[in-house]
């Protein structure tokens, strides 16, 4: 697949009219975006837990969590409940991988990479914490 082509294809899926397309494709950061996106479409995003107690999902040490590289949840990859309650956290990490992926930098430069739900725990009032880290994988 050429440039050309996933051009194509993200117009396609973001169903834009011409001009609010026109503004897209006429702006530095998307062009820089698109010469990066062909590279980065190698790459998936896995949150693998890596603690966990008192978890209401379900949610245990080992289970990972896997997004395509634009941070769309595969869902059929995906544990049947993932806490909603993790995924605000989960959005901030994937907003740092993406920006290395289409800035063309290696995606695991992200030195932060580890983050947790928002529940505190029993000792706060809560029910229990998980804890995530993330790593860009190349899709196999």
């Known amino acids: ?36 996106a062909i590279e980065a479409s190698k790459y998936r995003l896995v949150a693998e837990v890596i603690e966990s107690k008192g978890c209401h999902s379900g949610h245990i040490v080992g289970q990972k ?24 956290n989960l959005t ?14 290696n995606p695991n430069e992200v030195m932060f990479n580890t983050s947790g739900c928002f529940d505190t725990g029993p000792s706060c009032g809560g029910w229990g914490h998980v804890v995530v880290k993330m790593n860009a994988e190349l899709i196999s």
Do not use: H, Y
């Open 1 to 36: 697949m050429d440039q050309s082509q996933l051009t194509k294809i993200i117009r396609r899926r973001l169903n834009l009219g011409d001009s609010d397309w026109s503004i897209i494709e006429k702006n530095p950061k998307f062009q820089k975006l698109f010469q990066n």
């Open 65 to 88: 969590l896997i997004f395509d590289n634009s941070g769309n949840l595969i869902t059929k990859q995906n544990p049947d409940r993932v806490c909603s309650f993790l995924m605000p």
């Open 92 to 105: 901030v990490l994937i907003n740092a991988f993406f920006e290395n992926l289409m800035n063309g930098r």
